[in-house]
Every structure is written in C-alpha cells, then in structure tokens.
C-alpha cells in the first residue's frame, strides 16, 4: 500500500522558516493533486494549501497566503510547504493528502485517498 511520509517539522521562533516535505513510496504521484493540512490542538483540521495533479494551478488558505508556497516533484514523488515568517499561530500538526484526479475545489473535502500521518511544527519564543 501506498505511504505517504512528512519530514522537515520541528521547532522555531517566530519570523523564521521552515519547509515540509512529503514523499510518496511504491508509485509516483503525478495524477494525484496534492495538499498540506494541519490540525491545532483543540481546533478542526485546516486546508493550508493544495497543488492540481497537472502542477498548473494552486490554492492557499486565507490565514498562509503570502507567506506559504506548495510545489510538487513529480520525478522524486514529493510535494513540498515552504513556510516563511512563521506566526506562533501557525503550530499545528502538519500532514500531506493525496487525491487522485482531483480538483482544487474538491481538496476541500478533506476527503483523501491517502493521508501521512504528520510531522509537528511549533513556533514559539
């Protein structure tokens, strides 16, 4: 079966950045649009941001447009969250979905074929 894995969380104070990545195993990604989501303690998973299967369109929440960017490799079955000027707001447990032959639109289901299972990303003093 297909894993998913996030590497890159970690700890750092505000203003500083950070890049995830998420690396599929067994088979490529290229037909499958990809997202990042994250889940703070006590609060509802969010979409921060998704790119389509073809690479030519993203989308970002509101609360990391400007500051987040997401591009996929497809040659190295990665998809990748570029994180710059942190905000304590931003801690959260970070994971990658996968959708195959998704929209954008339809990313915000949160409705996945196939989820990592996270990596955490604190920012603080």
């Known amino acids: 079966q297909v894993r998913l894995e996030e590497s890159g969380g970690g700890s750092v104070q505000p203003g500083h950045s950070l890049t995830l990545s998420c690396t599929a195993s067994i088979r490529t990604i290229d037909t499958y649009t990809m997202a990042w989501f994250r889940q703070a303690t006590g609060k509802e998973r969010e979409l921060v941001a998704a790119i389509h299967w073809s690479a030519d369109q993203t989308s970002y929440s509101p609360s990391v447009k400007g500051r987040f960017t997401i591009s996929r490799d497809n040659a190295k079955n990665t998809v990748y969250l570029q994180m710059n000027s942190l905000k304590p707001e931003d801690t959260a447990v970070y994971s990658c979905?996968?959708?195959?032959?998704?929209?954008?639109?339809?990313?915000?289901?949160?409705?996945?074929?196939?989820w990592g299972k996270g990596t955490l990303v604190t920012v603080s003093t």
């Open positions: 979905g996968e959708k195959l032959l998704s929209s954008l639109e339809d990313m915000r289901t949160g409705a996945m074929n196939f």
